[in-house]
Structure formats: structure tokens, C-alpha cells
């Protein structure tokens, strides 16, 4: 997924965040298409990306759920918002192994497969899927959640605002929100790769800042908004609770899933945002993701994996 924001690896659509993992601090890198409209993406084809990627992040995501399960102990109900092919909703359940796990999301094929990983883990029996545009489809939860977990999703919908008293709406009394939005891009490489002029991925991320910016503004009922998310979260009638980021940090040398997901990341910002680069940059990327290039990311030494994601959590006053 990775789930990749602000931009979007994942080309998700309003209400169809997909986002767990994305390379950007904001979400990108996720996988989930190469632009942000959804309407032209095979979710089945997307699928296997997106698991790669979620599997990749799982140790991150490990650290953040060990802190959740501080101040969430025990919980009836976790309700995955934005939950893609069910990876991070499964970790959930092997985290919480008391708890009942429903993945939501807006992409009918992914939550197939996020079913066939419950089975397959053996936490089917306690697993359940919600499929339709978010947050509006959560109006179908049997009952409150005790947890519920929005990962790089919000920034998908117009009304950020409005999305989160809506979230907030389905929780229990005392149950908390946690969203995972912002922290620091994805790197692979170091400033200078010998060839080309160095700081390229800083140069790629400031480019996709101004692709993100324009795909917020874009969006259906799109409200300007301070990512001021502890505010936001307080006016949405929410006590914030905690915030707290966490570092994958994978050095050189990498796995070769780990170089996959640095390739196939590089690959799609080549195509989203390749033409905001100059002509030098796009010619460096080109080279970093020809196979037959002894200095591209598939053969070099030097890649390695390294981002931040931040999650903020606020409970519903009991």
C-alpha cells in the first residue's frame, strides 16, 4: 500500500484510503495506483504491492500498536479505516487476540484478499470486512469501536474536519482514534549517488509536495485545513491523548524485498511526478531504475529504507 502522500503512492480516492505504509511521510508510497483518481485502478493487480509494502512496515507498525496497547487495553472492537488488503487489520488481531477486527475500506477486491489473510492466520472466526466510500459506510458497525485505527485515509477526504467528528461518532465511550498522518518522507539513497546532481530525493519530495497540495484542493468539498492534528482532533470533540512517531529503519544492505519496495516507490513517483523534475533529474531517475545500470537501485550497495510515520491518538469523553 504505503500506502504512498501525501501523495499518494496510493492513488486511493476520497473515501477509499487505502493507507498503510507509504513511503512519504505522508502516505506515499503506498502502491495504490500511480495517480489519485481510483476509477482506472485493477485493485486486484495493485494487491500484491500493497501487501509487500505492509509487510515491509511491519515492525513499525508493531511499535506504534505496543503503544496504543497502553492506553487500549483489551478492546471489543478495532475497526481498520481505510484498511487496504487487511495486512495492518491483521496485525491488529494478532495484537489484541481477545478482540473482534473489521477492515474497511472502499476497494471490494482488496478486502477479498484481506478475508482470505484472516483465514489464512487463523483469526477468520474474529474478522470481519465493511466495504463502501468512508467514513460513511462505518454507519454499518454492528456496535461502537474500542479502537479505531485511520491510517494515511484522511487525507483522501475533502472535509478533514467533518471526517474526523464522523470517526469520532463510532467510537465507544473512552474508546480511542488513532490516525496516522504526516512524519517524514521515505529515503533510499544517500545525497549523493555519484552521478547526477546530488539531493535528488529531496528535490523529488519537495515536487510532490506541490502534487499533494493540488490533490487535496481538488477534492470533493475540499476544506483548506492547519494539519494541526491534535487541534483538529479536540474539535471534533475528542480528548487528545498522546503523539508519537516511529522509525523503519532498514540500513544498507538491504533485503531484496526492501530494494523491490525502493525501486517500485522511485517507479511510480517516476511516473506521478517525473515532469515536475528538470531534465538532469529525470534522466538521474531513469538511470537509478534501469536494471542494466550498474549505479540504478536494483544493483547498488548503497540503498536503504528510512521514514517516520507519526500517529495521534484522542479518545471520545466517557
Known sequence: MAHDHHHDEHGSTPGHGHGHGHGHGHGHGHGHGTGHDHTDLDWAEMAPLLEAQ???????????????????????????????????????????PGARVVAADGAGPLLERARDRAARLGVGDRFGTLTGDLPGALGELEYPADLMWASQSLHHLGD???????????????????????????????????????????????VEEDFFAEMRASLPGSVPETEDWPALLTAAGLKHT?????????????????????????????????????????E?????????????????????????????????PV
Open 54 to 96: 505492509a509487510e515491509l512496515y511491519t515492525p513499525l507498525y508493531r511499535q506504534a500498536m505496543s503503544w496504543l496497547a497502553r492506553d487500549v487495553t483489551d478492546p471489543g472492537l478495532v475497526v481498520d479505516v481505510g484498511s487496504g488488503p487487511g495486512v495492518v487489520t491483521c496485525l491488529f488481531a494478532d495484537v489484541f
Open 160 to 206: 478533514q474536519r467533518a471526517a474526523l467528528a464522523a470517526l469520532g461518532g463510532h467510537l465507544a465511550p473512552g474508546g480511542t482514534l488513532a490516525i496516522l498522518e504526516g512524519g517524514l518522507p521515505a529515503r533510499f539513497l544517500p545525497r549523493d549517488i555519484g552521478f547526477g546532481r546530488p539531493g535528488l530525493q529531496a528535490r523529488i519530495h519537495a
Open 242 to 282: 498522546g503523539t508519537r512517531s516511529f522509525l523503519l529503519d532498514l540500513p544498507a544492505p538491504v533485503s531484496d524485498a526492501a530494494r523491490d519496495y525502493a525501486a517500485s516507490s522511485l517507479s511510480r513517483l517516476r511516473e506521478r511526478v517525473g515532469d515536475g523534475l528538470d531534465a538532469v533529474d529525470r
Open 284 to 316: 538521474t531517475l531513469d538511470r537509478l531504475l534501469d536494471p542494466g545500470d550498474e549505479g540504478s537501485v536494483h544493483r547498488r550497495q548503497d540503498v536503504f529504507v528510512l521514514v517516520a510515520h507519526t500517529v495521534y491518538t484522542a479518545a471520545r
